[in-house]
């Protein structure tokens, strides 16, 4: 039998979004898989959180390229970038809160390429006069970030209809972030 590795990660991804703390033997069992088929694919926790790292890269990614930032309004590309992160904001949420992620280089990387897009994003909507300039585009970004987190956390635990995540994510940064006209 053939190791679906990308159903592997999702089952895994799946799983610590709503128990960051499960442990391998729970991991395999969310995928269908034994422990040792798991740690002969992922050589242990770092080795599998790298992987879904990766995918919640290549995701975020996809999302950014989705969304067209570039185009219409920013408030327009802000709300379809939340429509199209919404389905990884879990894996994203948890990876953001593993500390030993920011150690690789390579991974890194990724993650910088990330941040860069995002906060010329909103650069650009400074730019158009859409954004407050007293915020710099590094605060947008991360305050984006938690929101996307915290909506993710707040769906998880029931708190909040899944189809309310893009506008609220997106009513709330927008509210802080909007220039207004007295600016």
Do not use: C
Not at 39 to 60: N, Y
Not at 148 to 171: C, H, K, L, N, T
């Amino acid at each position: 039998m053939t190791l679906d590795r990308e159903q592997v990660l999702r089952s895994a991804a799946a799983l610590l979004t709503r128990r960051p703390t499960a442990t391998m033997d729970e991991v395999a069992k969310a995928a269908g898989i034994g422990r040792a088929t798991l740690h002969r694919h992922f050589a242990g926790r770092d080795a599998l959180v790298r992987a879904l790292e990766q995918l919640g890269i290549q995701e975020f990614e996809a999302a950014l390229d989705t969304a067209a930032m570039d185009e219409g309004t920013s408030e327009e590309a802000l709300r379809r970038f939340v429509r199209a992160v919404e389905p990884s904001a879990g894996l994203l949420s948890f990876l953001v809160t593993e500390n030993q992620l920011w150690e690789d280089g390579d991974q890194n990387a990724g993650w910088d390429r990330l941040d860069a897009r995002v906060a010329a994003f909103f650069r650009r909507g400074q730019e158009r006069g859409e954004f407050r300039i007293d915020l710099t585009p590094a605060w947008l970004t991360e305050a984006l970030y938690g929101l996307i987190g915290s909506g993710a956390w707040a769906v998880q635990a029931g708190r909040v209809a899944a189809r309310d995540f893009p506008y609220m994510i997106a009513e709330l940064l927008l509210g802080g972030a909007r220039r207004s006209v007295e600016q």
